[in-house]
């Protein structure tokens, strides 16, 4: 290992004097070389500093989950939303009736109540819990230099933990329809602010742990529907009225963002957190590089002979990208280098969000039972739609089909485009153009199970392979960028989701 290391310290002086010859670059590489002592006691105590219990990975999946609470916990009671503004606005209507035509009160108070989605609920749910995700995400890329992280996650999470109690209490307020969409529409708003800084700062944050921590972030958001989705089974089943259960259900997220806080606040106490959060700003490129040449080394010690050859390759591949990594990125550059990405995730998203849950939320089961009908929507739209999600994206840990360089991944994935007919002529009430094709609540089942895998597959597969295109040093700019189209994608979705629902 020290014979390792000593090759590794005179490559890295050859390597990088080739690239450089001016005085400054001089001096950078004296001061790197100089750290080169550091680094090996730095690698030896990175040996020693363990994620005891995984403690660390568990908060990491917690704060994954606790960042898309607040978008799963509003999709997901869409009906009992629904039912308060419909209901409400049908005592509007028939209260202006004139009661001494009782038929006509009959028929009125029947199509108010059918016509159920007179405020377009699901729409401007979705519009406005994504357009601040696209907002806030850019405001996060200004934010972060000014205010500091501590401040903007903790903050973040206290201010949804208070909109969530607020969502809460408003379940036992008795209020006008339009009071209760506008009070709804302003939380969903500014939840989805918060969360989107919560969002941008957690996964700058992640940058500073190794990569396996993002992956567990990421499966944390993907459990957040999930969750969401057994709490509103749980309470639907908990036999209590309607505002009870709402309340029980809202409740939960409360409950789940302050253990978020809770946990947050622990972090910086583990030894294991510490010692990688220690690195700053300026020093992360460095770091990176010093971790990138600890990996091999340590990848190096149980190599044959033979094999150490290979390895060399690979560290010189290395330092001649560590010598770029002092070269300004090119937002340009690596725009080129991962539109495809780009365009798939936007495109994925795109489909998605125009469908679910604006339309698929209004589908209702197709058989009598009046049981059956009340969970119909929780387990077949919103848990399906969720663990296939996830299975989606847990299948590339396995395969990355059909890899990086398929120029045809955008038109594969356009293919997704299928399920917006298919949801549209399922069974939705109070159509008006299109008819019932798919009433039986098969056909549904079936095109969610597709349509969520699917979405959780190109999604993951799109944010793993756009790292790929790039060179080490351009991964952050990469992140910055995919987050950005994820944004756009989501917010595309939602706004073509009001044409989709026009057309029904
Ligand atoms: N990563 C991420 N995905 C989101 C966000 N909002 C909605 N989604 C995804 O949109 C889909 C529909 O809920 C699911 O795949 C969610 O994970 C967000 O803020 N961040």
Redesign the pocket.
């Known amino acids: 290992m020290a014979r390792t290391a000593a090759l590794l310290i005179e490559n890295h002086g050859k390597c990088s004097l080739s690239a450089c010859d001016t005085d400054e670059s001089l001096r950078s590489l004296l001061q790197v070389n100089e750290g080169h002592q550091k680094e090996t006691s730095r690698m030896s105590l990175k040996d020693e500093v363990q994620d005891k219990y995984r403690l660390v990975a568990v908060i990491v999946f917690i704060l994954g989950l606790g960042?898309?609470l607040p978008?799963?916990f509003f999709?997901t009671a869409i009906p009992y939303f629904q039912s308060r503004l419909t209901t409400e606005k049908a005592l509007d209507r028939i209260s202006e009736l004139d009661y001494s035509n009782t038929s006509l009160a009959n028929n009125t108070s029947d199509k108010a109540l059918h016509s159920g989605d007179d405020f377009q609920f699901n729409n401007w749910m979705t519009l406005l819990?994504?357009l601040p995700?696209l907002l806030c995400t850019f405001l996060n890329s200004f934010l972060y230099q000014c205010v500091p992280e501590k401040v903007r996650i903790a903050g973040s999470m206290v201010a949804i933990l208070f909109l969530f109690t607020i969502t809460a209490v408003l379940v036992k307020v008795e209020m006008s329809p339009q009071t209760f969409f506008d009070v709804t529409m302003s939380t969903i708003w500014f939840i989805n602010a918060f969360?989107?800084i919560l969002?941008g700062s957690l996964f700058g944050l992640l940058t500073l742990l190794p990569q396996t921590y993002s992956s567990l972030f990421l499966s944390g958001?993907?459990m957040a529907?999930t969750f969401a989705a057994l709490a509103m089974l749980l309470s639907m089943s908990s036999g209590a009225d309607h505002r009870t259960t709402a309340l029980g259900y809202f409740v939960t997220p409360c409950i789940g963002t302050f253990i978020s806080i809770m946990c947050y606040l622990m972090l910086p106490r583990l030894d294991f957190a510490k010692f990688h959060f220690s690195k700053s700003g300026s020093n992360s490129a460095k770091n990176y590089e010093l971790d990138t040449k600890a990996e091999l080394l340590q990848q190096e010690v149980n190599l044959e002979a033979a094999e150490q050859k290979q390895a060399m390759h690979k560290v010189k591949e290395a330092e001649v990208l560590t010598g770029e990594g002092a070269q300004k990125v090119s937002m340009c550059a690596v725009l080129r280098k991962i539109w495809i990405m780009a365009v798939t995730i936007v495109l994925t998203?795109g489909v998605?969000?125009s469908v679910?849950p604006a339309i698929t939320a209004a589908v209702q089961s197709g058989t009598t039972d009046e049981n059956w009908g009340r969970f119909f929507n929780p387990v077949c739209c919103f848990l399906i739609?969720n663990v296939m999600?996830w299975a989606g994206r847990s299948l590339t840990s396995y395969t990355l089909w059909p890899g990086p360089d398929c120029k045809f991944l955008p038109l594969i994935v356009a293919v997704r485009f299928i399920f917006v007919p298919a949801f549209m002529l399922c069974n939705i009430s109070g159509k008006s153009y299109l008819p019932i094709v798919f009433g039986n609540d098969a056909w549904f089942v079936i095109f969610m199970i597709f349509f969520s895998f699917t979405?959780?597959y190109f999604?993951s597969l799109s944010m793993c392979l756009a790292p790929k295109k790039v060179l080490p040093h351009e991964c952050e700019a990469t992140g910055a960028i995919m987050t950005f189209f994820?944004?756009l994608g989501?917010s595309v979705g939602a706004g073509l989701s009001f044409l989709f629902k026009a057309l029904l």
């Open positions: 960042t898309l978008w799963n999709i819990a994504q995700l969360c989107a969002q958001q993907g529907g998203f998605t969000l679910f739609f999600d979405n959780g999604v994820l944004a989501l």
